[in-house]
């Protein structure tokens, strides 16, 4: 079975600052990693995603995230957020052909 | 391009009452997913397909039915809705497994 733990459910943090959401899973297989953004009344769309490779992983709007297999974690972070960066963010895992399963998501507040 | 298209966005039902949420997408995507989302519980697995022809349950398939018309058409249905199944629900589809989600903006469903 595939589970994933997202360890805070808001995260308040000031614009220009740097933040982490963090992101933990549990398999006993391989697997591949995800983060969705999901603005306010909108649908998910894809940050980043781990496939295999290169632990550290670039995404979109100047976030990233780290793939630590001994840690079975896979947090994003961004070195400087923006207002515009404020939205729930979901964490998800995948293993072999089976659906995706998803966190219970981060509220990131962005104040000025 | 409209990717992935969900009528109604908004719908509020009588329980006991049924209804079919429609999903179509146009990426020519072999697999289909239905997620239900509710605060603080992130996303959810009603049902999925993995392939036009199949279709598995998810982790809340109670209370629901799918059918996959076609390779572009993933329908859910709701026999006697109750209002454990007042939540927001989105369609999404992939490539394949491995590959990231493209979601609908989302179908608003309260059943009173």
């Known amino acids: 079975a595939q589970s994933v733990t997202q360890l805070d459910s808001q995260v308040p943090v000031f614009e220009e600052a740097p933040v982490e959401l963090r992101c933990n899973y549990s398999?006993?297989?391989?697997?591949?990693l995800f983060w969705y953004v999901q603005y306010p009344n909108q649908g998910l769309q894809l940050l980043l995603k781990?496939?295999?490779?290169?632990?550290l992983v670039k995404g979109i709007n100047g976030f990233e995230a780290e793939f630590n297999k001994s840690q079975t974690s896979f947090h994003l972070r961004k070195p400087s957020v923006h207002i515009s960066d404020t939205a729930e963010y979901f964490c998800?895992?995948?293993?072999?052909?089976?659906?995706?399963?998803f966190g219970s998501g981060t509220r990131l507040q962005v104040q000025p | 391009n409209a990717g992935v298209t969900q009528t109604p966005k908004f719908q509020v039902l009588k329980t006991g009452q049924s209804m079919t949420l429609q999903c179509a997408q146009d990426?020519?995507?072999?697999?289909m997913y239905w997620y239900r989302q509710d605060p603080g519980m992130g996303l959810r697995l009603i049902y999925y397909s993995a392939s036009e022809g199949t279709t598995d349950k998810g982790e809340v398939p109670n209370g629901y039915n799918v059918s996959r018309l076609n390779k572009r058409e993933f329908s859910l249905r709701l026999e006697s809705a109750a209002p454990s199944q007042t939540s927001v629900y989105f369609c999404?589809?992939?490539?394949?497994?491995?590959?990231?989600?493209?979601f609908g903006s989302g179908t608003r469903l309260t059943v009173v």
């Open positions: 398999s006993s297989v391989s697997v591949y």
């Open positions: 781990y496939l295999s490779g290169s632990t």
């Open positions: 999404a589809s992939s490539v394949g497994p491995g590959n990231g989600y493209t």
């Open positions: 998800a895992v995948g293993t072999g052909r089976r659906a995706l399963t």
């Open positions: 990426m020519n995507h072999n697999s």
